[in-house]
């Protein structure tokens, strides 16, 4: 162990998406010694990766950018209600140019480990090592993890995938290169939020679609539109407005729910409500509506019976609207896929569903896909096979915390945090949108902000005490994931198998049965008032340890170059 040369950072940030873009803003303003490491050959984080056909915004585009900056917020155009992934990367890369961010950030720079050192005694000498895959060492003080919600893709373990002779791909990397569809034979396997997009997207564009569906999603309609000059210029006065709402509601979005009881109500009420919210913007379907239908079967079967009776009336063939219909989870259990003519696609002669519930994959072969049903021919296979979300970009680096334990070990059977933000074992290794926090259930950026904000007021309150190294402790780590766990109790989400409840049948553990408690569900107002309560507490359930040395008087931050 290296216990005497200086730090090479005294922050290393991982990953320069929408999360890792904000963390670096924060520090540069401070002027600590930071960088930014992107395993990409450019920033942007999802919307560098996913440029798939349809890939776009399920957030109001204004309701999902930065807020931060009055100057960023005047500046720019948001041309759609729901931007599109283009839109989107122009976007992030606009704020690291205006901000200067590019120059902190290091591209091509995975990330393969990241180990805890300590000196016994001595706390001055714990640091980071990190390991790159270019070969590179690099060290600091702290550690931001930064990496992503769902940014591990996951494909099917069938067997002949690389033997497939077409262009197959997962729609996460979705070929930079315009990709050439017209007139071929294309397959989608999966119909998740993703492939809902796609699907809705490529029908008119392609010779043959053919969707591979295991389970179906309940989608509802975008309704997407051009936002003008003049609606954009309303957007600009109101923004303060809109942030306030953001705030209030309990998913960080514009949307609040209804608040008058469920069975206080009649049907017809109910009914007339949801047949207005049907054709409104975004998830106004599914957060403007009544709270029950997030905890209460009987209101939730209520509402997915309304869903389902939709679907029929956009879905000719009366045995594809069935198919299309979930049964195994009622509407809204986990996030609603947004779509854009999705169901009417399966309308066109040249779409078709294969049911694989019934006839189930079996291999890949060098011309198509074969299931217990028959062989397809295929130019193409997109993969629309989902995320190892949330602890799967932490498991992929082999970090190891003190006395060397492995992070991937310790969350085997599921994370365990402390406010989604600090892990015991993991000093100074800090999450401002990790799992268990509350950022995942939420209008991302909304959240981000939030968890970016307060790791920095707490790297700035340690820096002003000289303090070293920051930990969890073990028993406020225990409350907090037992809090997590108990909101999962009363949310019919619990029951889903989705991303939110740790399920994945791609990846080994992930399958079935146990859930893993992976997303803070109290809502974005009682988790900023929790995590605004321990910042005023001097940072409770923290234990915290002075660096041997304080920093000199006027010297509270680690500015500069540590090395030099
Ligand atoms: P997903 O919701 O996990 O869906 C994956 C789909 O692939 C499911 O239909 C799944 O079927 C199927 N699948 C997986 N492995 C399979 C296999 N081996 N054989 C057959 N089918 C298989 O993933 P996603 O669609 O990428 O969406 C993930 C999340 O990303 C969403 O919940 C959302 O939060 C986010 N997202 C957001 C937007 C946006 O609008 N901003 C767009 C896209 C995604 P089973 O369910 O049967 O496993």
């Not at 003080?141 to 769902?150: A, D, E």
């Not at 939730?300 to 979930?326: C, F, G, H, M, W």
């Amino acid at each position: 162990m290296t216990t005497t040369s200086k730090l090479d950072y005294e922050v290393i940030v991982i990953g320069a998406g929408v999360c890792g873009i904000y963390q670096i803003k924060r520090l540069m303003d401070l002027g600590v010694n930071a960088t930014v490491l992107e395993a990409a050959p450019d920033l942007g984080g999802t919307w560098y990766w996913n440029r798939y056909p349809g890939a776009r915004f399920d957030s109001e585009s204004y309701t999902y950018g930065y807020s931060f900056s009055e100057e960023l917020l005047q500046e720019w155009h948001w041309k759609e209600r729901f931007s599109s992934q283009p839109e989107n990367l122009k976007y992030l890369n606009f704020v690291a140019d205006k901000f200067g961010l590019r120059g902190h950030m290091q591209f091509n720079a995975k990330v393969v480990s990241a180990h805890f050192e300590e000196d016994a005694g001595n706390d001055d000498s714990s640091r980071w090592r990190l390991q790159l895959e270019d070969g590179r060492e690099l060290t600091s003080r702290f550690v931001i993890m930064s990496v992503g919600l769902l940014s591990i893709p996951t494909l099917p373990r069938l067997e002949g995938m690389e033997s497939f002779k077409g262009e197959s791909f997962h729609t996460f990397y979705w070929p930079h290169n315009p990709v050439e569809m017209a007139g071929k034979k294309v397959a989608v396997i999966g119909t998740g939020a993703t492939a809902i997009q796609v699907i809705g997207e490529i029908a008119d564009k392609v010779g043959e679609l053919t969707v591979f569906q295991r389970r179906p999603n309940w989608g509802a309609p975008l309704n997407n539109s051009a936002i003008s000059d003049d609606e954009m210029a309303q957007i600009r006065e109101g923004y303060d407005a809109i942030f306030a709402t953001c705030a209030r509601t309990p998913g960080g979005f514009e949307h609040e729910p209804d608040r008058r009881g469920f069975w206080e109500v009649s049907r017809a009420e109910r009914v007339a409500l949801w047949d207005q919210l049907y054709d409104e913007p975004g998830f106004a379907i599914w957060l403007r509506n009544f709270r029950e239908i997030f905890t209460d079967e009987d209101a939730n079967a209520e509402l997915s019976e309304y869903i389902a009776e939709r679907i029929r009336q956009r879905v000719e063939d009366p045995d594809t609207a069935e198919k299309l219909i979930p049964r195994d989870h009622g509407f809204g259990v986990q996030r609603v896929p947004m779509e854009t003519h999705y169901y009417e696609a399966f309308n066109r002669d040249n779409v078709h569903l294969v049911d694989i519930s019934e006839t189930p994959l079996e291999r890949v072969t060098e011309t198509g896909l074969e299931t217990t049903g028959g062989h397809y021919e295929f130019d193409m296979i997109v993969y629309a096979t989902g995320f190892d979300a949330l602890t799967g970009a932490y498991d992929r680096i082999d970090i190891r915390g003190v006395d060397g334990v492995r992070l991937r070990e310790q969350w085997r059977d599921g994370p365990s945090t402390y406010l989604g933000m600090l892990v015991h074992g993991y000093p100074n290794l800090i999450m401002p949108s990790g799992p268990q926090s509350g950022s995942a259930s939420t209008n991302y950026p909304r959240g981000i902000e939030n968890g970016v904000n307060w790791c920095t007021s707490f790297l700035e309150y340690l820096w002003e005490r000289g303090i070293g190294r920051a930990e969890a402790s073990q028993s406020a780590q225990g409350d907090w994931t037992e809090h997590v766990k108990q909101m999962y109790s009363v949310m019919l989400m619990r029951k889903a198998k989705s991303w939110f409840t740790g399920y994945n049948s791609n990846v080994e553990g992930h399958e079935e049965g146990k859930i893993r408690y992976l997303v803070y569900n109290g809502g974005t107002p009682k988790y900023v008032s929790r995590i605004t309560e321990v910042a005023a507490g001097g940072y409770t359930g923290i234990v915290l340890s002075s660096r041997s040395a304080p920093p000199p008087a006027g010297e509270h931050y680690p500015q500069g170059h540590a090395a030099d």
